[in-house]
């Protein structure tokens, strides 16, 4: 169900993705009624020049008055801009990647705009906005998808801090993957799984004709998450497919 919710929201993300943008109207039941609508659990959905790698650093932290911070830094494509702000040691990013030259089109390239992207650092609070949970992700594209499934993890299917970050992943992925093109009209894509993904998730996709197939356990983010749980103590947990990282409390 994840998978198909994941190839509608990303249906017309290149018209619809840019600063300013309504979050209001994209969420309107009457507008998202035919992505929805599209939605077929007995069959893989179909979804309307490639950059390079960048890199991107994820941290959180709930501190012991229950304040969280969720923090994302990204160089985005390559070593970003190659600037520095002044002798602070700061990298720009070159997130500008994601404009449009498209004269009219939403995310043209203009003064005083800020480009789409995928950066995804959450905080889940509860109603009454206390604070639950802060999460996030590095992963190109695939930081939505992450994102989405550490929190269906946690807040539908109650996994533990642990169980949400080190359970198998799927990404949605282009054919020729160069970290920012999924989305990018006429390119094909393919569901990719870690090689610890439930056999049944494996032979439920194939069944509905998605094509598919297996990456290296850097390709699906590196995630963390912390969360106050039920009974008010701190439980976190740091990507095990981090080569550094960790969760620490004190």
Same mark, same amino acid.
């Given at each position: 169900?994840?998978?198909?919710?994941?190839?509608?929201?990303?249906?017309?993300?290149?018209?619809?993705?840019?600063?300013?943008?309504?979050?209001?109207?994209?969420?309107?039941?009457?507008?998202?009624?035919?992505?929805?609508?599209?939605?077929?659990?007995?069959?893989?959905?179909?979804?309307?020049?490639?950059?390079? $790698?960048? $890199?991107?650093?994820?941290?959180?932290?709930?501190?012991? #008055?229950?304040?969280?911070?969720?923090?994302? #830094?990204? #160089?985005?494509?390559?070593?970003?801009?190659?600037?520095?702000?002044?002798?602070?040691?700061?990298?720009?990013?070159?997130?500008?990647?994601?404009?449009?030259?498209?004269?009219?089109?939403?995310?043209?390239?203009?003064?005083?705009?800020?480009?789409?992207?995928?950066?995804?650092?959450?905080?889940?609070?509860?109603?009454?906005?206390?604070?639950?949970?802060?999460?996030?992700?590095?992963?190109?594209?695939?930081?939505?998808?992450?994102?989405?499934?550490?929190?269906?993890?946690?807040?539908?299917?109650?996994?533990?801090?642990?169980?949400?970050?080190?359970?198998?992943?799927?990404?949605?992925?282009?054919?020729?993957?160069?970290?920012?093109?999924?989305?990018?009209?006429?390119?094909?894509?393919?569901?990719?799984?870690?090689?610890?993904?439930? !056999?049944?998730?494996? $032979?439920?996709?194939?069944?509905?004709?998605?094509?598919?197939?297996?990456?290296?356990?850097? !390709?699906?983010?590196?995630?963390?998450?912390?969360?106050?749980?039920?009974?008010?103590?701190?439980?976190?947990?740091?990507?095990?497919?981090?080569?550094?990282?960790?969760?620490?409390?004190?």
């Amino acid at each position: 169900v994840l998978v198909e919710a994941a190839i509608q929201a990303g249906h017309d993300r290149p018209t619809e993705l840019f600063d300013g943008a309504d979050p209001v109207r994209l969420l309107d039941a009457e507008r998202i009624a035919d992505r929805r609508a599209a939605i077929d659990l007995g069959r893989a959905g179909e979804v309307a020049t490639p950059s390079f $790698d960048g $890199d991107t650093t994820y941290l959180c932290v709930i501190d012991g #008055n229950g304040m969280g911070v969720s923090l994302i #830094n990204s #160089n985005a494509s390559g070593f970003g801009a190659h600037l520095v702000a002044g002798s602070s040691g700061i990298f720009l990013h070159d997130r500008g990647l994601g404009f449009s030259l498209q004269a009219g089109h939403p995310a043209e390239y203009r003064p005083g705009k800020r480009p789409p992207h995928t950066l995804a650092p959450a905080l889940v609070t509860h109603p009454d906005g206390r604070l639950r949970t802060v999460l996030g992700t590095m992963g190109g594209d695939a930081q939505p998808q992450i994102v989405l499934q550490m929190l269906a993890a946690s807040l539908r299917h109650g996994r533990s801090a642990g169980q949400a970050v080190g359970r198998g992943r799927w990404r949605i992925a282009p054919a020729v993957d160069t970290g920012f093109s999924t989305w990018s009209p006429g390119v094909s894509r393919k569901v990719e799984l870690e090689d610890h993904v439930p !056999q049944a998730i494996v $032979d439920a996709l194939a069944a509905r004709g998605h094509e598919f197939g297996t990456a290296e356990h850097s !390709q699906f983010g590196h995630a963390h998450l912390i969360e106050i749980t039920e009974h008010g103590s701190l439980a976190g947990a740091a990507d095990p497919r981090a080569l550094a990282g960790a969760a620490t409390g004190f």
